[in-house]
């Protein structure tokens, strides 16, 4: 009776039902027409086709519902979770139907919270300052970030599934990464790569646990060229300040010694190591005044006070200050300022310190009887000032280094005049620091020419 309940359950009563009635219906037509012939084929045929009936009534009510339910599986293994549920009865079919519902809107809430996860993942490592690349453990990219497809001027999408050698072409850089695949380490160095560009990169690589024989890499890659660069400047910078405040000190410390020692008891000598001493002295202070205004310069926070000014009266002015040197030396120093020429942007005190470094410059490496000239006109929306010289002018090779701190194109001479190595570094900044650029042209033994632009005021003055 237990299984008959449950045949009943399972299938419905009425295909149930209707098997007994198709069952009695034989049974009374067999004893109708027993060991008859013709009555037996009529048997056979109403028995064939009550079971169709009943084949008909059991494919639709378990064959049909089944199909429908592995049909909606195989649409959410295919990721598609947005099925519409038929209702079923309540059997067996019905509960797997609805199971198989509850499965697929809690693998919905997975997947979209798995999605979340992956583009707020995405979108950190696509904002990242630091290059990241991902490998397999077959040496294959998974994902490079932007900044690595700048700093090696590929993309992820061409990159992905190579092998890593033929994506960097850097094998010092490959090879970090396969060491720490290997030996489950993290590893922290510093490179140089040299394609596309030389570059100097901080690499930290680390291994990631994907599974029991997987394994992938991910390399974080920091470009400190230019801080290397810096470190390098600085550490220049530090040496040759040490080295132009030795000198003068060892001077004064030397004179005043030598005074100490008795040298004060003749005064012609007296006199003559006072005056090394003094003059050693003003080249300490200028020295240091000028790493102050180049600090105070290069400071993120300067600004100049920007005003319209008239350059040609601002260049007359400071010639009339050096001009005593100049004629000390039979300098001629020659003005061509074209009248009714704009006023220019800028700050009028640091042009003057830019024009007396110029001009200073022009007349110390000037023989005597040269000439010095300064001329002024508008080129290409900017004004444009030339100081030019006939001097002992600059070899070629040194050029591209004059506005570096401390660089002296002949060492031993810029001493004796009193330099101090940041007159063209000063000027760089200064002149930078209100937009413009700073140029020069030179021949050796023709002499230089040493020309800065600045912009334009905005409301023209005549």
Known sequence: MAIIFRILRNFGWRPVASYFFLLIIFIGLAQLYTLNWISLWVFVLLAFFCTLILAWTLYSSLINPLKEVSSIA????GENFEQYMPAFPQNEIGDLARSISCMAKRLKR???????ERGRLRAIINGMSDGVIIMDSWGRVILLNPVVEKLFRITNAASKGKNIIRVIHDYELEKLLHESLETGKS?????QVSTPDHRVLAVHVTPISTGEDTCEVVAILRNVTDKKKYEEMRSEFVANVSHELRTPLTSIRGFAENLLDGACDDPATAMKFLLIINKEAERLSRLIDELLNLSKIEDDKFVP???AFDINDLIKRTVAIIQARAAGKNLA???????DLPFVQGDPDMIRQVLLNLIDNAINYTQAGGTVRIITGVEQGEMKVDVQDNGIGIPPENLSRLFERFYRVDKARSRELGGTGLGLSIVKHIVEAHKGKVQVESKVGKG???SFLLPLAETVQV
């Not at 997975?110 to 979340?116: G, R």
């Not at 590893?187 to 490179?191: A, E, G, N, P, V």
């Not at 120093?333 to 009248?339: C, G, H, K, T």
């Open 74 to 77: 195989k649409s959410v293994a």
């Open 110 to 116: 997975i997947t979209d919270s798995l999605n979340s």
């Open 187 to 191: 590893i922290k160095k510093r490179i």
């Open 305 to 307: 006070k920007m005003e």
């Open 333 to 339: 120093v020659n003005l061509d300022l074209p009248p």
């Open 448 to 450: 230089s020419t040493f």
